[in-house]
């Protein structure tokens, strides 16, 4: 069993651990002490934030918009972003067109498809991210066997459309996203509520 000593480095850090256990005006003053160091550091953080600085909000939006004649001098005005919902008649046909094909191959699984044939037939409409994670998929599981129905766009933005097809057993939602120019793919899917 070791000694344990008074010397030495574990001592040291030892001694100053217990130092302010000695009273508790000392324990006081410690707590003060370290206190007053988190909130310097706090203020002067937030020092060179400019106006507004410990507002108190969070990083989240303003609720006010700047005003320009106020904003100071060289400084740009920052605006919120929003994703921008854009009608239903602007979806891209050719969005269209590869969601009607994708619930077709997804619903294309004779008895004694691989997986890997399955999710071969999806690959030209699917991203490789989401090819990844379908190709563990065993095809038998899949609930529908034919397309009954056009797709309908449900939600459009400039570089992403949710679309539901019809199949014979489930309504489908798939999120399809633009991965160059005309070329759209299937990102992700799940049943439609």
Not at 44 to 53: C, N, T
Not at 68 to 85: F, H, M, V, Y
């Amino acid at each position: 069993m070791p000694i344990r000593t008074r010397r030495g480095r574990a001592a040291a850090y030892r001694a100053v651990w217990e130092w302010p256990l000695h009273s508790p005006a000392r324990l006081f003053l410690v707590v003060v002490v370290v206190i007053a160091i988190a909130v310097g550091l706090s203020y002067l953080g937030g020092a060179g934030d400019g106006p507004g600085a410990g507002s108190g909000r969070a990083l989240g939006p303003s609720t006010s918009a700047p005003d320009t004649a106020t904003a100071a001098p060289g400084r740009p005005t920052i605006t919120e972003l929003r994703p921008q919902s854009l009608p239903l008649s602007a979806a891209p046909p050719v969005a269209l067109a590869v969601a009607q094909r994708w619930t077709q191959a997804w619903a294309t699984h004779p008895p004694g498809t691989t997986p890997a044939q399955w999710s071969a037939g999806l690959a030209p409409y699917t991203t490789d991210e989401y090819l990844a994670v379908l190709s563990s998929v065993d095809p038998a599981n899949v609930p529908g066997s034919r397309v009954t129905g056009p797709p309908q766009a449900v939600d459009v933005r400039p570089e992403a459309v949710r679309v539901q097809v019809p199949t014979d057993a489930v309504r489908l939602e798939l999120l399809l996203v633009q991965v160059g120019p005309g070329d759209w793919r299937v990102s992700g899917y799940d049943r439609a509520s």
